[in-house]
């Protein structure tokens, strides 16, 4: 099976210091030339920065130990030695770094710029050479300072997928066909359950100016909070969404328990998850007797919490997506427009509040760069809608 790399043990050194020389002038027509030995150089230190282009942790499975170079030794004729070069460790978006034994959390990579950069590990200091120890009481020092030692450090690497809308569902609901029409994503798509084994990205394209990334997750079971089925080592994943968009089979036989059962894994894992704005998708009512459960479904959820957004559709038959559609852009503009400081939105229009079907940018895309060439589990350009 294709492992999806998102999370990764790393072993860090930064580069030892050089040593300074021990060394005096030995030059025609000045006998009594004086200490000149140069300084040792820098070590290199370790560095992380976010490459936008990237999507798992992949390159770091396979080269576990990063070593920075150590500097150089000082040489005569007050010549320092070379700084160490620095080892760059590049992460995309979204990854975590913890201490790999106590896992606190060191930093987290959510809002950096393209090649931002993070000195981690800072390299060792270079020594003194004997120039700097000269005084009049002892004018030819024998002695330099070695360089300072480089840190190491073992560290956890973890993924979180950054997207403004993750799908959640039960396996073979309907979220990798979903996808697959709103986007130009290709899931792989087949009639039995776990057909989704590792996450997949789409970019829902809303007009010129914004997109909307949406995530689907690999299906959740019951007993996913405490590591049951696929779905456990993805649960992360959806707390770096925006917002939720549940997809429920009303073609099952377990429809009346689904939503409840998914709110209840997803509470159990984290409580932010359930604070998480959401809509609701009844599933495959093209079959006979879903539409019926589906209303029934809309009705028990809609009775619990009124402002739950609660849509029936069809991905197969193409019914009700033009709707589905609309409001998730309509959810991802309201969030971006709560994110957005400083913007007085009680001056928002009836009419921009009415008639919104044009989905501002997100803050995620606003420092994202979308590659139409990359594979196809992630992002793409959208689709046509009918």
């Known amino acids: 099976m294709l492992q999806f790399a998102d999370e990764a043990n790393i072993e860090v050194h930064s580069g030892k210091g050089g040593n300074g020389c021990i ?5 025609k027509y000045i006998p009594m030339g004086g200490p000149a030995g140069g300084d040792g150089g820098k070590g290199g230190d370790v560095i992380f920065c976010v ?20 500097g150089g030794d000082g040489s005569g004729r007050n010549m320092a030695g070379k700084d160490g070069e620095d080892v760059i460790i590049s992460v995309p978006p979204g990854t975590t770094l913890k201490d790999a034994e106590t896992l606190e959390i ?54 979180s997928i950054m997207a403004d809308v993750g799908l959640v569902g039960f396996p073979n609901a309907g979220k990798s066909s979903l996808l697959d029409y709103f986007t130009a994503a290709r899931p792989k798509i087949a ?15 809303v007009d010129t100016d914004s997109d909307i990334i949406i995530a689907d997750i690999p299906g959740i079971i019951e007993g996913a909070s405490e590591g ?27 429809y009346k328990s689904a ?9 159990t894992y984290s409580k932010e998850l359930l604070d998480k704005p959401r809509i609701v998708i009844c599933n495959k009512i093209d079959v006979e007797g879903a539409e019926e459960r589906a209303e029934e479904v809309k ?23 033009r709707e589905v559609k609309d409001v998730i852009v309509k959810m991802v503009s309201d969030m971006d427009r709560m994110r957005t400081p400083g913007k007085n939105h009680a001056q928002i229009s009836a009419k921009e509040a009415a008639s919104n079907t044009k989905a501002e940018k997100s803050d995620f895309l606003k420092t994202r760069s979308v590659d139409t060439n990359m594979e196809v589990q992630y992002p793409g350009l959208s689709g046509s809608f009918e």
């Open 259 to 267: 939503y409840k059962t998914l709110c209840n894994e997803l509470g």
């Open 23 to 27: 060394a005096f002038r030995r030059e």
């Open 191 to 205: 009639p039995y359950p776990f057909t989704t084994k590792i996450p997949n990205l789409g970019v829902l394209h």
């Open 106 to 159: 060191i930093r987290e990579f959510t809002t950096e710029s393209e090649d931002e950069q993070f000195v981690f590990l800072h390299g060792g200091k270079g020594g003194w050479g004997n120039v700097h120890f000269k005084s009049s009481t002892n004018q030819a020092p024998r002695y330099a300072h070695n360089g300072k030692p480089g840190e190491e450090r073992k560290i956890l690497v973890e993924l």
């Open 228 to 254: 049951a089925g696929l779905g456990f080592q993805f649960l992360k994943h959806i707390s770096r969404t925006a917002c939720l968009l549940f997809m429920i089979d009303c073609s099952d036989d377990n």
């Open 299 to 321: 009705k028990a959820i809609q009775s619990e919490n009124a402002d739950t957004r609660v849509l029936l559709a069809s991905v197969m038959e193409r019914k009700g997506l």
């Open 51 to 70: 490459k936008r282009n990237l999507r798992t942790l992949a390159h770091l499975r396979y080269h576990p130990i990063f070593k920075a170079r150590n």
